[in-house]
């Protein structure tokens, strides 16, 4: 391999430029990658293409952080400043994951650090080019890619599967579409089971034939699940508390429902508006939080809360949410979630209907709720298997819920964790 050029932080290419911007606000600063990506310069500064490839690269050092540094670890004497580090992080993950070629994954890395450090990048990048995958080799990437405080809580919850879980984690999630009533799916989509349409991972969902004319939306196959269990019938009231951005709202008003959608972020709003228009569906949008909201009054047949919540069954889409959250965040989580079932069980009629659903993967969140639901007067209306096909028979709790989890169908792509229970109002 060549000596790469001395090259400043400015002379690298545009992508990894924009990849070292989206590690240093999610480790550093802390901010949600999509956020991130958001914040990335224009298109005059930053065309598509790059900007995809920053993500792709960004997500692929999240995802693999510990296997990375446990690569690199025999290759430093002391510990590198951090922006090095993450140059470091992005040239490994080049070379072993996403099949760079060698001398354009090491010159680029190079480029991203300060001059002083151009030679110790360039040594140690030629080293992990040296070995190959064959580095990561050996490696718990399991426990290595894991946070240990998320570890620990999936042992306990769900034993020995724990490490399939983490496993699915480390691959990118397919895209799941639901389809608008009487829409024809796109070609080269797999049908699944519970009614999704599923297309590899990295398919750009703007260029199916169908989605300007509002044919389908995007919808992880497991977040499809709760609004079916509620199975709202045409004309009934319905409320979807934390709607956006609004595919169960748009589920919900396909069915023929009077759907009433609360959003308290005025941003947030504006999205889940601009996807019911696409839709073409209908759709009273309110902007108020759901745990104080009473709606004058009224009742509903049927109330869907699927609550804000920690994400981590949403990994696969999201690779920074361990590096974002952490275990203290799961107590004042699931007191919001109580509040807003509270809140959601009070906008019942008489005999209604209430799904309340969290695409977390912490029991604190999801199972741990059913004695303050149980508390409030709900009774417990069983998910039974028949209703939702081809899912794994441990996707149905003893108590009657729904837990689904990443490595469900992993010969499918796997899907998001979710918990989903399903109650009534007293008479």
Not at 215 to 227: K, S, T
Not at 257 to 286: I, K, S, T
Request: hydrophobic share 45%; net charge neutral; with cysteine.
């Amino acid at each position: 391999m060549t000596q790469p050029p001395r090259a400043t932080p400015s002379a690298a290419p545009p992508a990894r430029r924009a990849a070292a911007a989206l590690l240093e606000a999610v480790l550093t600063r802390h901010r949600p990658l999509d956020e991130a990506l958001e914040a990335l310069p224009g298109r005059a500064v930053l065309n598509p293409r790059d900007r995809a490839a920053a993500h792709r690269i960004a997500a692929a050092v999240l995802r693999r952080t510990g296997s990375l540094d446990a690569v690199l670890e025999p290759f430093l004497r002391r510990e590198p400043p951090e922006a090095v580090r993450q140059a470091l992080r992005i040239g490994t993950a080049e070379l072993l994951l996403l099949g760079t070629p060698p001398h354009a994954a090491v010159a680029s890395a190079v480029a991203l650090v300060p001059r002083p450090f151009a030679g110790l990048v360039n040594a140690v990048l030629r080293r992990v080019a040296e070995a190959g995958p064959a580095a990561l080799a050996g490696l718990d990437a399991e426990r290595l890619d894991t946070p240990a405080w998320l570890w620990a809580s999936w042992h306990a919850a769900y034993g020995e599967a724990v490490r399939a879980i983490a496993a699915a984690h480390r691959q990118e999630a397919p895209l799941d579409l639901t389809l608008a009533p009487g829409a024809t799916a796109p070609e080269g989509g797999e049908a699944l089971p519970t009614g999704s349409i599923r297309f590899p991972p990295g398919t750009r969902v703007t260029e199916l034939p169908g989605f300007a004319e509002g044919a389908f939306w995007v919808q992880d196959a497991a977040a499809a699940l709760p609004a079916r269990l509620l199975a709202a019938q045409p004309g009934e009231r319905v409320a979807d508390l934390c709607a956006a951005p609004g595919g169960k709202t748009a589920q919900l008003a396909a069915a023929g429902a009077r759907v009433v959608a609360v959003e308290r972020d005025p941003r947030r709003a504006a999205r889940l508006r601009e996807n019911l228009a696409r839709l073409r569906l209908a759709a009273e949008v309110v902007e108020a939080d759901a745990a104080a909201w009473d709606a004058g009054g009224a009742r509903f047949d049927a109330v869907l809360l699927d609550a804000p919540c920690t994400a981590t069954g949403t990994i696969r889409r999201h690779p920074d949410i361990p590096h974002l959250k952490r275990a203290r965040d799961l107590a004042p989580m699931a007191e919001a979630q109580r509040r807003l079932l509270e809140a959601a069980a009070r906008l019942l009629r008489p005999g209604g209907r209430l799904v309340f659903a969290v695409c977390s993967l912490q029991p604190e969140e999801g199972e741990g709720h059913l004695p303050a639901a149980e508390a409030l007067g709900l009774r417990p209306d069983p998910v039974r298997p028949e209703e939702l096909p081809g899912l794994p028979p441990e996707a149905f709790t003893p108590q009657g819920a729904l837990r689904t989890r990443p490595d469900f169908w992993a010969e499918r792509g796997g899907m998001d964790g979710f918990f989903a229970a399903r109650f009534r109002a007293p008479d």
